[in-house]
């Protein structure tokens, strides 16, 4: 290889060099921690919880109802007391009244998800902003979330959780 071609081919790898040595900055936060250091967390999981108990309490009060129309039926079932018709009609109205409960089961499923989004949503929102916020003034080329589990390998990155909190003034 001639001088000038060794010549070359260094500068040449000094540029590719300059150029992967421009540093990237990375970050990483764990939203859920976030979230739940919120006092609006707190809160929210408050009236979560308040809703789950008077909404598991109806429900409660249905099993009850239930059972007892079921001891009756089994009782007067085993003694001869229900002729076939009644028998029938009987089981029928067992048979509604768990279907009721199951449609209720899912009914609060559906609107304890429902409130758990309408109490979540503002606070997501407050945490974008303000993770956009540190992400624009530290000039991070990405901001990692550990609390989703997908991140498997990743280079070194700096914990801006508490640029986060500061920025919501936690």
Known sequence: MSVFKFAFAAMMLCATLNLNAQEYKFGHLNSGNLLASMPEAKAADEQLAALQKSL???GDTMVAEFRKAYDSYL?????GILNPKQSKDR???LHKMQENLQTYEQQIQQEILKKRQELLGPMLKK???AVDAVGKEGKYH??????GGAILYTLPSQDV???VKKKLDL
């Open 56 to 58: 598991v309490a109806k």
């Open 75 to 79: 009782k007067e079932s085993s003694e």
């Open 91 to 93: 089981e029928d109205g």
């Open 127 to 129: 945490v974008d902003e």
């Open 142 to 147: 990405m901001i990692f979330d550990e609390s």
């Open 161 to 163: 959780t508490e640029l």
